[in-house]
Each structure stands twice: as C-alpha cells, then as structure tokens.
C-alpha cells in the first residue's frame, strides 16, 4: 500500500527558489522523502507561480501563470501539486480558488492554455505543501522510527511564515482534515518534536517577515525580521527552523543589519525543516547541504555529531 494514500500523484513545483537560493531545501527534502518511503515528480519546463506583485500589475497574468503549472501537473496525471514556498503555495491555491469559483474566467483562462499548447485545466488538483505532505502521508510514529541522531535537548522556534495557511478560502485550512490550523499551525511542531527536538512557545510563527519588500522598503522588513528574531531568542530558541525560502533567507541575510540598527544582537542559526529531518535520520551535515546554509547551524548541531 502506497504511503501517501491522502494524496494520489504527487507532483511537485519547485518554483525558483529549488533552483537557486533554497536548493538546499530540494535536496533535504527528497533525502527524507526516500527514507519514508515517498514519491513525487517534480514538474518540468515550470513557470514563474506568479507570487508576489504580478497579480496587481496584471490580473490574468496573475492567473494564467499558476493556471499553466497547475495544466503541468495534471498533464503527468497528478493528484495533488506540492510546493516548498509557501508564497508559491498562496499563488497555485489562489488561482484554484478563482477558476473553481468563476466558470467563465476558467474558460478564459483555459482558451489562453490552448493557444499556448497547454492542456485546459480541470480543477482536479489539491495544492499542498510539503509540511502536509510529510506530515500526513507516513504518520509521526513512522516518523520517529526513522530517526537515528535525536535531537534530544535541541531548542526550535518553528517560523511557518505568512502565507502557509492563509488566506482560508485559498488553502482550505479550517476546511479540510488534511489541513493546518490556519492560525495557529501545529504540522511543523510535531514533525520537529517527532526528532527529539523541544519546540519553544512562538507567537510569532505566522508573522510576516517582510521577504518581499527587503529590497523595495528595507526599514520595513528589518522591523519585521527583528520582531521574528527577538521573539525566538526571548523563548530560548537556538535555532529559527523554516519552511519558507522567501522567510529564511530575508531574516539570515539581515540579521546583520538588525543588530546594527536595534544594538542587540539577534542572530541564531536558519535552516529548513527538512534539513534538521535529514541530519536527524542519519545523513551527514553535506548531504542534508546544511553547510550551504548562510548562517552556520553546525556551531550548534555538532553536538549531535
């Protein structure tokens, strides 16, 4: 019997941060896909999810671009279509929620998919993201059986991100089993527990980080990632686990700055979820590319060497 039974055919959409700044993400992911026993197929000759801005510039743009990947998806005979950003996750969901809900803007959208040699898009996907994925295709005693370096004594701040349940509508968290809590997300938490790690009270787990605009209004995100920051460390975390590429890098790479600007020194260690799953069912810091991380987890995580 297949493992992930809640899911079919899993395809996953890497989106641009698996192929560049979060590849670490990828790689980590699919070490512990393996050891579980789980498959998916990751999409070829993706596009752009459109997150973010585009949706504002150009409303079919919007929804045209996560319409073709979800087409992708349904074309390798998917189930489901999984994704590691959560802002990416926003977008697919978003553009299922209109098509499903406005039959003439999916007929629109579906003749754009024709004139591109796309097949149309029949809303038989469920969008997921990859902490659903590994939380509830195996279990969490499937999940302890795995691990073979606990991280017993280990201090996480889960850091979710904005975007991973919100808004309701979209993800259908609150409506469906399968889902997060959409306030007050628990699927990382145990997952993280499952390895022996203790998970800090953190109430600032679905804050905004201000990823988007740390180019655009910079004072705005470094506000925000300090808040993140200080949240954890107030709790005694000593490291901020992820599961938002957008999140983790915007908050490791101004974690300088904000020591600068708040003359407090905030910074810990960043690193994905799925990372921490792979070190702790045995692979080496290189396998899971936790050396690849801008920040170095390993100045705590060698303890468990």
Known sequence: MSAQVPYGKVALYPGCALDGMAKQYEVSLALVAKDLGLTYERLDDYNCCGALEVKNVNTMAGLLLP???????????????????????????????????????????????????????????????????????????????KVKRPLTGLKVAPYYGCLYTRPKPYTLTGYLRLKDDPERPVFMDKLLEALGAEVVPFEAKTMCCGGPHVYSDPDVSINLEARILKEARRNGAEILVVDCPLGGVAIESNMNKIAERYGEDLRMPVVYFTQLMAFAFGHSPEEAMLTANLTNPMSVLKRYL
């Open 67 to 145: 319409a073709r990947n979800l087409a992708l998806a349904r074309k390798i005979g998917a189930d489901a279509i999984m994704s590691a950003c959560p802002g990416c996750h926003y977008s697919l969901s978003r553009a299922q929620y209109y098509l499903s809900k406005y039959p003439k803007l999916r007929e629109k959208v579906n003749a754009y998919l024709e004139k591109m040699g796309e097949i149309k898009y029949d809303l038989q996907l469920m969008t997921i993201h990859v902490n659903e994925f590994l939380y509830n295709s195996v279990g969490i005693e499937v999940i302890k059986s």
